[in-house]
Each structure stands twice: as structure tokens, then as C-alpha cells.
């Protein structure tokens, strides 16, 4: 299995670091080769078939259950060492962290993601993706792995900055969209088809109050 690391000054990397610092968030319409793509694409759906996706829970630890009213998607983490194209995508999302480390100073230790399938009618509400008892989330990212998707699928990424603005994301293939965690809420809205990612978080060292 192979890295597929690439410096921490490549200008794409630098062009998020950038958009984080004037913003908060970030999006990059083609992240990945069309060919990594797919194999996420077929991973994630191959897990779904083999009935490894698991209903996601809302809260944390003891905290956390299963709640459809709130958020309909099912999930499986992803590790290292499991398939080639989980590898790569690691290796990249690294580089990234070493670059938001030099240019942000942010002190990102890991990152942590799971493949979501949001079956047809599936959504999540409003909500922001630090826990108020985790500090270690800083900086969410989410990967899109939907091919031919068309704005009418639905499915949008909507995200809610400052004054009032709404700002939707098609979850396009090789889409990648990066924010901080605990600053941007946002939601998940229902599509027609289903809607496949990878979601994930860059993490600090942490004060967990229990």
C-alpha cells in the first residue's frame, strides 16, 4: 500500500490554507484524480453492499444514539493499511495537514474520516461538528465520491456564514470542501440518489472535560 503524499507548499494546498485564513472555509471543485475517485467511489459502495455501513449516531461516547430525524447516513471509519485508495487519500489529506499546521499554526496532530452513503430522502440537520465536551476537532473536510451529479439530485452542502449567507455545495465528484469545525454550521439536504463521501476531521491535542 502506498502514500500518495505531495509537498505541504503545493499551490492547491496553499490555495486552502489561504481561503481558511480569509474565510473559514474552502472549496476545491477538483481535488482528485478522476481515477482515485472512483476506486473511493467503488469502495464505499462495495462496504455498503457487503453490509458494513452502519446507521450514524448523533453525540459522543455514552452520549450518542441513533436518531433518523436528525441524520439519516451510514458510515464505516476508514484506517490505514486497509485498501490502496483509502492509503492514498491519507497520504493526501497529511500533506494537508502539514500545510494548515505552517500556515495556520493550527497544531493538527491526526485525522480521523469514515465513507457516509446518505441513501434517497436521507439529510442531516443544523449543526457544527465540534462536540461542546471535545475541543479536538478543528478543521472538517468532506471529500465527494458521486459521479454525473446533477444540481436537481439535491444533496447540497449548505453552509451557514457570516451575515446571513447560505452557501450550497453540490456534492460533484472529486469535490473537496474543508472548514472550521467549530465555526461553520451546516447542513446535509435530502437528495434522489444516493449521495456518497468521505467526511473527516484534522485534530489537535485536545481537553476532553470528562
Same mark, same amino acid.
Given at each position: 500500500?502506498?502514500?500518495?503524499?505531495?509537498?505541504?507548499?503545493?499551490?492547491? =494546498?496553499? &490555495?486552502?490554507?489561504?481561503?481558511?485564513? *480569509?474565510?473559514?472555509? /474552502?472549496?476545491?471543485?477538483?481535488?482528485? #484524480?478522476? !481515477?482515485?475517485?472512483?476506486?473511493?467511489?467503488?469502495?464505499?459502495?462495495?462496504?455498503?453492499?457487503?453490509?458494513?455501513?452502519?446507521?450514524?449516531?448523533?453525540?459522543?461516547?455514552?452520549?450518542?444514539?441513533?436518531?433518523?430525524?436528525?441524520?439519516?447516513d451510514r458510515i464505516q471509519?476508514?484506517?490505514?493499511?486497509?485498501?490502496?485508495?483509502?492509503?492514498?487519500?491519507?497520504?493526501?489529506?497529511?500533506?494537508?495537514?502539514?500545510? =494548515?499546521? &505552517?500556515?495556520?499554526?493550527?497544531?493538527? *496532530?491526526?485525522?480521523? /474520516?469514515?465513507?457516509?452513503?446518505?441513501? #434517497?430522502? !436521507?439529510?442531516?440537520?443544523?449543526?457544527?461538528?465540534?462536540?461542546?465536551?471535545?475541543?479536538?476537532?478543528?478543521?472538517?473536510?468532506?471529500?465527494?465520491?458521486?459521479?454525473?451529479?446533477?444540481?436537481?439530485?439535491?444533496?447540497?452542502?449548505?453552509?451557514?456564514?457570516?451575515?446571513?449567507?447560505?452557501?450550497?455545495?453540490?456534492?460533484?465528484?472529486?469535490?473537496?470542501?474543508v472548514f472550521l469545525s467549530?465555526?461553520?454550521?451546516?447542513?446535509?439536504?435530502?437528495?434522489?440518489?444516493?449521495?456518497?463521501?468521505?467526511?473527516?476531521?484534522?485534530?489537535?491535542?485536545?481537553?476532553?472535560?470528562?
Amino acid at each position: 500500500m502506498r502514500a500518495m503524499q505531495i509537498p505541504s507548499d503545493h499551490p492547491l =494546498l496553499l &490555495r486552502i490554507v489561504d481561503d481558511l485564513a *480569509e474565510r473559514g472555509w /474552502s472549496r476545491q471543485n477538483i481535488f482528485l #484524480p478522476d !481515477a482515485l475517485t472512483r476506486a473511493l467511489a467503488a469502495e464505499c459502495r462495495q462496504r455498503a453492499v457487503e453490509g458494513e455501513l452502519a446507521p450514524a449516531a448523533v453525540g459522543r461516547g455514552p452520549f450518542s444514539e441513533i436518531r433518523e430525524g436528525i441524520r439519516g447516513d451510514r458510515i464505516q471509519w476508514i484506517e490505514p493499511g486497509q485498501v490502496d485508495a483509502c492509503d492514498r487519500y491519507l497520504g493526501l489529506m497529511d500533506s494537508l495537514r502539514e500545510a =494548515l499546521n &505552517r500556515g495556520l499554526f493550527l497544531g493538527l *496532530e491526526d485525522f480521523e /474520516s469514515h465513507f457516509a452513503l446518505y441513501p #434517497p430522502g !436521507a439529510f442531516y440537520l443544523k449543526h457544527v461538528d465540534r462536540f461542546r465536551d471535545d475541543d479536538r476537532r478543528m478543521v472538517s473536510a468532506v471529500l465527494y465520491l458521486n459521479d454525473a451529479w446533477l444540481p436537481e439530485h439535491g444533496g447540497q452542502l449548505r453552509m451557514y456564514l457570516d451575515e446571513g449567507i447560505e452557501h450550497d455545495v453540490v456534492p460533484t465528484g472529486g469535490c473537496l470542501v474543508v472548514f472550521l469545525s467549530g465555526d461553520i454550521p451546516h447542513e446535509v439536504l435530502p437528495a434522489t440518489r444516493d449521495r456518497l463521501s468521505l467526511t473527516g476531521w484534522f485534530r489537535r491535542r485536545g481537553n476532553e472535560l470528562f
